[in-house]
């Protein structure tokens, strides 16, 4: 069973129905989030020649866009936190739209990076957080699988975003494909509009934990005297985190899975993206032909897109789930093992094991990545959790790239930069196994003197119960 | 006449005669001469060609021979036999050229000689199609081997016939250069501009022309798919709005809301409404 951090929800998430119209809706906002930067560098070349400036410099867009990303992380939680995740992801998308449409009528390239860069980039980060958000609030048994489903979304959106953008390019130009993205992108607005909040009170029978004493007390409907057992803690709990889940969460920071969470993924995102960049211009240095590097990619897209749903499905078995932080930590040493090796694949044969290897890797990663720091910190305060991440991941994220490529061109050899970025995740990896089976026992401790202290007040109420006057009964309700 | 006069005379006139006969003939033995192949056309049968150069005559042992391919040295021709030889193997456009063959001496200037390797022009690059907006420029080029070079003109095709390019708006910049040619095309005019252009490479072989097409696209294009999407994404948010409002009085409480009434018959509103507010998200 998942740590009891996780279950003071308050209700039961309905794991299904609606829930899974949900996890459609965030498909797409992960999607369009994580894919919609990378397939905006079709346009470059044809922007480059416009403006005429180099090669770099148009590069920026990318980055900064993806650096808006990452910081608007913090802002996007507080939003969620107050309003909700449904209208945060309709702004969202409204703010994307109407970037793409300025840029459009953009006169030069300072204009490209507020509108593309900046404007679209923070339209994009309250795509993301919301979405991963409430997945979390419909789904607590189920989980795994529906945030492995959700991430898919990165690799589908890709895969159909770059054949579209080159066909839109080849009709309109670069000016009338940023207009007409600026309306594919509202779809993400579409996709908000099915993320209705979650109805707390539709299903009154909470999870219960002293599942024993429950069923000796309650013999008629009384499963809602039991729920006000449990919401009196909770608003007791609530009452101290009032305030704080306005703003962001800082507490967040003496959380230990949390802190495990964060010092292992800023190593690790070093070295995460790098291979995904390098891998068709590697396999152009081998000598290979531009075209059989692009289907390297392919291939990678490829085996990403069924390895995630098949990682959600593996999460969410019986055996996986209770330890799912293990299976993260063997994600990312799989990885680093994965980097290491491919110096050793020689042709275009051995490069293709390599992607599908390391497609496997990347995608396994990806869609572990939020679950287990949802798993860790739980649904409540993960809006928080995920915004103070993505703000702190965002240096390693932006320099993991430049400093590989600055590896490439000082050693004149792809090798040393698999080797550094299989360091970069292996040592994370080990990392992740030898905090999680120290955190894992102080979390089963704790588990233990929690229901130590839940069985005492349990049979204090039983024996209240037992009493055959019916006042007392619903004293113990006030 | 003194007859020892006569005989002086005589003496030195066949001297001067003499001497100028032997000059000729020495300055004839300085200048080397060499037998080359003889001017070819391309295409030749069979899988080679061989260019050969004979060093027949030398005051003096010549140091080295070489090749030349218009006015480039070829790598890895350099020998010491007199009798040098340049293989082509299945010679194809870009070998055409003027080739020749440098033999180098110590204490006096190189001789050469040249062979002419002629071909009619090939197109070897072309863009196949561009497309442009209204108003900015395009740019057509073709790129050929062959020699010699060719002449290039560009034509468009206009009423089932490829015309000279009219250019009364003086749009129109054509740039040759030996093997290569570019047609610019600056304000692109949306009416008149899109259509089929040719260029044409003649040289005293042969000529060639290949074919580029230019579209040029409006301002407007873009918003036909602009409002079809638009018009996508407003029908499905209607439609999912509408579908919510419709299931809100039976099993669903709106937190977005607040306008709606609370509609259950529970005894513990109060208690509910609490945890709503207090478990935000």
Same mark, same amino acid.
């Given at each position: 069973?998942?740590?009891?951090?996780?279950?003071?929800?308050?209700?039961?998430?309905?794991?299904?129905?609606?829930?899974?119209?949900?996890?459609?809706?965030?498909?797409?906002?992960?999607?369009?989030?994580?894919? +919609?930067? &990378?397939?905006?560098?079709?346009?470059?070349?044809?922007?480059?020649?416009?403006?005429?400036?180099?090669?770099?410099?148009?590069?920026?867009?990318?980055?900064?866009?993806?650096?808006? /990303?990452?910081?608007?992380?913090?802002?996007?939680?507080?939003? *969620?936190?107050?309003?909700?995740?449904?209208?945060?992801?309709?702004?969202?998308?409204?703010?994307?739209?109407?970037? !793409?449409?300025?840029?459009?009528?953009?006169?030069?390239?300072?204009?490209?990076?507020?509108?593309?860069?900046?404007?679209?980039?923070?339209?994009?980060?309250?795509?993301?957080?919301?979405?991963?958000?409430?997945?979390?609030?419909?789904?607590?048994? &189920?989980?795994?699988?529906?945030?492995?489903?959700?991430?898919?979304?990165?690799?589908?959106?890709?895969?159909?975003?770059?054949?579209?953008?080159?066909?839109?390019?080849?009709?309109?130009?670069?000016?009338?494909? +940023?207009?007409?993205? %600026?309306?594919?992108?509202?779809?993400?607005?579409?996709?908000?509009?099915?993320?209705?909040?979650?109805?707390?009170?539709?299903?009154?029978?909470?999870?219960?934990?002293?599942?024993?004493?429950?069923?000796?007390?309650?013999?008629?409907?009384?499963?809602?005297?039991?729920?006000?057992?449990?919401?009196?803690?909770?608003?007791?709990?609530?009452?101290?985190?009032?305030? !704080?889940?306005?703003?962001?969460?800082?507490?967040?920071?003496?959380?230990?899975?949390?802190?495990?969470?964060?010092?292992?993924?800023?190593?690790?995102?070093?070295?995460?993206?790098?291979?995904?960049?390098?891998?068709?211009?590697?396999?152009?240095?081998?000598?290979?032909d531009e075209y059989s590097a692009a289907f390297l990619l392919s291939i990678f897209a490829l085996v990403d897109m069924f390895i995630r749903?098949?990682?959600?499905?593996? %999460?969410?078995?019986?055996?996986?789930?209770?330890?799912?932080?293990?299976?993260?930590?063997?994600?990312?040493?799989?990885?680093?093992?994965?980097?290491?090796?491919?110096?050793?694949?020689?042709?275009?044969?051995?490069?293709?094991?390599?992607?599908? +290897?390391?497609?496997?890797?990347?995608?396994? *990663?990806?869609?572990?990545? +939020?679950?287990?720091?949802?798993?860790?910190?739980?649904?409540?305060?993960?809006?928080?959790?995920?915004?103070?991440?993505?703000?702190?991941?965002?240096?390693?994220?932006?320099? %993991?790239?430049?400093?590989?490529?600055?590896?490439?061109?000082?050693?004149?050899?792809?090798?040393?930069?698999?080797?550094?970025?299989?360091?970069?995740?292996?040592?994370?990896?080990?990392?992740?196994?030898?905090?999680?089976?120290?955190?894992?026992?102080?979390?089963?401790?704790?588990?233990?003197?929690?229901?130590?202290?839940? /069985?005492?007040?349990?049979?204090?109420?039983?024996?209240?119960?037992?009493?055959?006057?019916? &006042?007392?009964?619903?004293?113990?309700? %006030? | 006449?003194?007859?020892?006069?006569?005989?002086?005379?005589?003496?030195?006139?066949?001297?001067?005669?003499?001497?100028?006969?032997?000059?000729?003939?020495?300055?004839?033995?300085?200048?080397?001469?060499?037998?080359?192949?003889?001017?070819?056309?391309?295409?030749?049968?069979?899988?080679?060609? @061989?260019?050969?150069?004979?060093?027949?005559?030398?005051?003096?042992?010549?140091?080295?021979?070489?090749?030349?391919?218009?006015?480039?040295?070829?790598?890895? @021709?350099?020998?010491?036999?007199?009798?040098?030889?340049?293989?082509?193997?299945?010679?194809?456009?870009?070998?055409?050229?003027?080739?020749?063959?440098?033999?180098?001496?110590?204490?006096?200037?190189?001789?050469?000689? @040249?062979?002419?390797?002629?071909?009619?022009?090939?197109?070897?690059?072309?863009?196949?199609?561009?497309?442009?907006?209204?108003?900015?420029?395009?740019?057509?080029?073709?790129?050929?081997?062959?020699?010699?070079?060719?002449?290039?003109?560009?034509?468009?095709?206009?009423?089932?016939?490829?015309?000279?390019?009219?250019?009364?708006?003086?749009?129109?910049?054509?740039?040759?250069?030996?093997?290569?040619?570019?047609?610019?095309?600056?304000?692109?005019?949306?009416?008149?501009?899109?259509?089929?252009?040719?260029?044409?490479?003649?040289?005293?072989?042969?000529?060639?022309?290949?074919?580029?097409?230019?579209?040029?696209?409006?301002?407007?294009?873009?918003?036909?798919?602009?409002?079809?999407?638009?018009?996508?994404?407003?029908?499905?948010?209607?439609?999912?709005?509408?579908?919510?409002?419709?299931?809100?009085?039976?099993d669903l409480q709106d937190d977005d809301d607040p306008a709606g009434p609370v509609k259950t018959n529970s005894t513990n509103n109060h208690?509910?409404?609490?945890?709503?507010?207090?478990? @935000?998200n």
């Amino acid at each position: 069973m998942p740590p009891a951090a996780t279950t003071n929800l308050g209700y039961t998430p309905p794991d299904g129905g609606w829930g899974w119209a949900v996890v459609f809706g965030a498909f797409i906002s992960i999607g369009f989030s994580y894919a +919609f930067p &990378k397939s905006l560098t079709i346009y470059f070349k044809e922007i480059q020649e416009y403006f005429d400036i180099s090669y770099s410099q148009i590069a920026w867009v990318s980055s900064v866009m993806l650096a808006s /990303m990452y910081a608007g992380g913090p802002v996007s939680s507080i939003l *969620v936190n107050r309003y909700g995740s449904r209208p945060v992801v309709m702004v969202g998308g409204v703010m994307v739209s109407a970037a !793409m449409v300025i840029a459009s009528f953009g006169k030069t390239i300072i204009h490209l990076y507020l509108c593309v860069g900046v404007i679209g980039g923070f339209g994009l980060a309250f795509n993301l957080q919301p979405a991963l958000t409430i997945i979390g609030t419909y789904f607590q048994v &189920k989980r795994p699988m529906a945030n492995g489903l959700a991430m898919t979304g990165s690799p589908v959106v890709l895969c159909t975003l770059a054949p579209l953008n080159q066909f839109l390019f080849d009709s309109f130009g670069w000016r009338g494909s +940023f207009l007409i993205l %600026g309306s594919i992108v509202l779809n993400c607005c579409v996709a908000g509009s099915l993320m209705r909040p979650v109805n707390k009170n539709a299903l009154p029978k909470p999870e219960a934990e002293p599942s024993e004493c429950n069923g000796a007390a309650a013999e008629e409907a009384a499963s809602v005297p039991s729920a006000n057992l449990l919401t009196e803690k909770n608003q007791s709990e609530s009452k101290s985190q009032g305030c !704080m889940e306005k703003l962001v969460d800082f507490s967040l920071f003496r959380h230990r899975g949390f802190l495990i969470y964060l010092v292992g993924n800023v190593v690790m995102f070093f070295g995460f993206f790098a291979p995904v960049v390098f891998l068709a211009p590697y396999a152009k240095h081998l000598g290979i032909d531009e075209y059989s590097a692009a289907f390297l990619l392919s291939i990678f897209a490829l085996v990403d897109m069924f390895i995630r749903p098949a990682t959600g499905l593996l %999460g969410n078995t019986k055996w996986v789930r209770p330890r799912i932080q293990y299976f993260f930590s063997f994600a990312v040493s799989y990885n680093g093992v994965c980097h290491l090796l491919c110096p050793l694949a020689n042709g275009y044969v051995g490069l293709v094991i390599y992607a599908v +290897f390391f497609g496997l890797a990347f995608g396994m *990663v990806s869609a572990l990545l +939020f679950e287990v720091l949802m798993d860790l910190v739980g649904a409540h305060r993960f809006s928080s959790a995920v915004g103070l991440v993505t703000i702190i991941e965002c240096g390693p994220v932006l320099l %993991g790239p430049p400093l590989s490529g600055a590896l490439v061109d000082y050693f004149g050899d792809y090798k040393y930069m698999y080797y550094a970025c299989g360091v970069f995740m292996l040592v994370p990896g080990i990392f992740f196994f030898i905090m999680h089976y120290f955190n894992y026992k102080r979390l089963d401790e704790e588990q233990r003197q929690a229901e130590a202290v839940d /069985m005492r007040t349990c049979e204090e109420a039983m024996e209240l119960k037992t009493s055959p006057d019916d &006042k007392t009964v619903h004293e113990t309700d %006030g | 006449m003194i007859p020892g006069k006569r005989r002086a005379a005589v003496m030195s006139f066949s001297v001067v005669i003499f001497g100028a006969l032997m000059l000729q003939s020495v300055s004839s033995q300085n200048e080397p001469s060499i037998t080359a192949s003889e001017h070819t056309q391309l295409p030749v049968e069979g899988d080679m060609f @061989t260019l050969q150069c004979n060093l027949t005559s030398a005051h003096s042992l010549h140091q080295e021979s070489y090749w030349m391919k218009n006015g480039e040295e070829i790598p890895e @021709t350099r020998g010491l036999n007199r009798n040098t030889e340049y293989k082509l193997q299945k010679p194809r456009g870009d070998d055409a050229g003027l080739y020749m063959c440098v033999y180098t001496f110590e204490t006096s200037p190189s001789a050469n000689a @040249t062979i002419e390797v002629k071909s009619a022009p090939e197109i070897t690059g072309h863009k196949r199609s561009e497309n442009r907006n209204e108003g900015q420029r395009a740019l057509l080029y073709c790129k050929s081997v062959g020699y010699p070079h060719p002449v290039w003109t560009w034509r468009k095709f206009d009423n089932g016939l490829y015309r000279e390019i009219d250019n009364s708006s003086g749009r129109f910049f054509v740039s040759s250069r030996d093997n290569y040619t570019e047609l610019h095309i600056i304000e692109l005019d949306i009416g008149q501009d899109p259509g089929e252009y040719s260029c044409n490479a003649t040289n005293m072989i042969g000529s060639r022309e290949e074919k580029s097409v230019l579209r040029v696209r409006s301002h407007l294009a873009p918003l036909w798919p602009l409002l079809g999407v638009l018009a996508e994404i407003i029908i499905l948010i209607v439609i999912i709005v509408v579908y919510e409002k419709r299931k809100k009085p039976e099993d669903l409480q709106d937190d977005d809301d607040p306008a709606g009434p609370v509609k259950t018959n529970s005894t513990n509103n109060h208690k509910d409404k609490n945890l709503r507010q207090r478990n @935000t998200n």
